[in-house]
C-alpha cells in the first residue's frame, strides 16, 4: 500500500474541503423546493428512490489488459434527469442534481481498494457535477432566452439536448480524468494514462444516459409513456452491454492464463527432456561421466 504524499494530500483536503461545503449547501437549497410540482421536494423524492434502487446496477470498465479503471452506472440518467427538472426555471435549483451525484459516486466508490481514491472519487463527482450544471444552465439560457417557459416539449428536442451533452461532458471530463490523475500520483506514477477502449464504453454510457433522460424528461411534460419507455429501454441496453463486455473480457483474461500456463507446461517438458537426454549421455561415457549434466545445469542456471 503506497504511503500518500503531501501534494496528493493538500489535493485531497481541497476536493474533500470543497465537496463538504457543496453538498450542505445542496441540501439547504433542495429543502427550499415546494413539496409539490414537478419541481417540488416529492418528485425529487421519486428521483432519489429511483437513483437508490438503480445505483446496484454498477459495471466495471476493464481494459484488454484486465484492469478496471473506473466503474459505471445506470443510475447517471437520473443525475442528468435532476438537472433538466430543477436548473432552470421555476425552481432555479442545483441542490438535487449535486445529491444525487453524490449517492452514485458513493455506489461507485466502494469498488476503490484505497479509501483516499474512494473519497477523491466521491468528491470529484460533486464538483464536476456542480460545475457542469453551471454550464448547462449558462448554455440554455444563451440559446433558449426569452422562449424558455413558451415550449418545453420543443425545448427538448431543439434546445435542452445539446447543452444537456455538454453538461455529461464537462461532469466525464471532469470526474474520470480527475480520479485517474490522483490515482496516477498516489501511486507514484510520473503521469496519467487513460485507455481508449476504457474512454469510449464511458462515452457510450454518458450519450446513453443523456439520450434517456430527455427521453424521460419529455415523458413528464406531456410527450406520454413511449419516451418513457424509449429511455428505460436505453437504459437496460447500455447496462446489458456492459455486462457482455465484462463477461468476454473476463472469457479473454481465462483465455490468457491458460495459455501461459501452457507455455510454462512446454518448457518444462523441454527441459525434463533435456535433463533426460544429459542423464543418458553421462551413463554411456565414464570418461566424461557427469559433465553434460553439469553444463547443461550451468546453462540453465545463466538463463534464469
Known amino acids: 500500500m503506497p504511503k500518500i504524499n503531501w501534494k496528493s494530500l493538500l489535493l485531497i483536503t481541497s476536493v474533500a474541503a470543497a465537496a463538504t461545503g457543496l453538498l450542505l449547501a445542496s441540501v439547504l437549497w433542495t429543502l427550499r423546493l415546494p413539496i409539490l410540482g414537478w419541481s417540488g421536494l416529492l418528485a425529487f423524492t421519486g428521483l432519489l428512490v429511483l437513483t437508490l434502487v438503480s445505483s446496484r446496477f454498477t459495471v466495471p470498465v476493464t481494459n484488454v489488459d484486465g484492469i478496471s479503471q473506473t466503474h459505471k452506472s445506470v443510475a447517471d440518467a437520473f443525475i442528468f434527469l435532476a438537472v433538466m427538472m430543477y436548473a432552470l426555471a421555476p425552481a432555479n435549483n442545483l441542490g438535487p442534481?449535486?445529491?444525487?451525484?453524490?449517492?452514485?459516486g458513493l455506489?461507485?466508490?466502494?469498488?476503490?481498494?484505497?479509501r483516499w481514491s474512494s473519497l477523491f472519487a466521491v468528491g470529484t463527482s460533486i464538483?464536476?457535477?456542480?460545475?457542469?450544471?453551471?454550464v448547462y444552465r449558462s448554455m440554455v439560457l444563451l440559446l433558449a432566452g426569452g422562449m424558455l417557459d413558451?415550449?418545453?416539449?420543443?425545448?427538448?428536442?431543439?434546445?435542452?439536448?445539446?447543452?444537456?451533452?455538454?453538461?455529461?461532458?464537462?461532469?466525464?471530463a471532469l470526474s474520470t480524468f480527475g480520479t485517474v490523475a490522483f490515482n496516477s500520483s498516489f501511486s507514484g506514477k510520473t503521469r496519467a494514462i487513460v485507455s481508449r477502449e476504457s474512454l469510449v464504453w464511458t462515452l457510450i454510457t454518458q450519450v446513453a444516459n443523456v439520450t434517456a433522460a430527455a427521453m424521460f424528461y419529455a415523458a413528464i411534460h406531456g410527450a406520454g409513456v413511449p419516451f418513457c419507455?424509449?429511455?428505460?429501454?436505453?437504459v437496460a441496453l447500455v447496462h446489458l452491454l456492459y455486462r457482455f463486455n465484462e463477461k468476454r473480457l473476463s472469457e479473454v483474461t481465462h483465455a490468457q492464463?491458460?495459455?501461459?500456463?501452457?507455455?510454462?507446461?512446454?518448457?518444462?517438458?523441454?527441459m525434463n527432456t533435456i535433463e533426460s537426454l544429459a542423464i543418458a549421455i553421462d551413463a554411456k561415457d565414464q570418461t566424461t561421466h557427469g559433465h553434460v549434466r553439469r553444463?547443461?545445469?550451468?546453462?540453465?542456471?545463466?538463463?534464469?
Not at 107 to 114: M, R
Not at 127 to 134: D, E, N, R, V
Not at 150 to 155: K, P, T, Y
Request: include cysteine.
Open 97 to 104: 442534481p449535486i445529491i444525487l451525484a453524490t449517492l452514485v
Open 107 to 114: 455506489a461507485s466508490a466502494v469498488y476503490f481498494v484505497e
Open 127 to 134: 464538483i464536476s457535477t456542480f460545475a457542469a450544471s453551471l
Open 150 to 172: 413558451a415550449n418545453e416539449r420543443g425545448l427538448v428536442l431543439d434546445l435542452l439536448l445539446f447543452p444537456l451533452c455538454v453538461f455529461g461532458i464537462v461532469q466525464y
Open 229 to 234: 419507455f424509449v429511455g428505460l429501454l436505453i
Open 257 to 270: 492464463a491458460e495459455q501461459v500456463r501452457y507455455v510454462e507446461e512446454i518448457a518444462d517438458l523441454h
Open 295 to 304: 553444463t547443461q545445469t550451468y546453462a540453465t542456471e545463466m538463463g534464469k
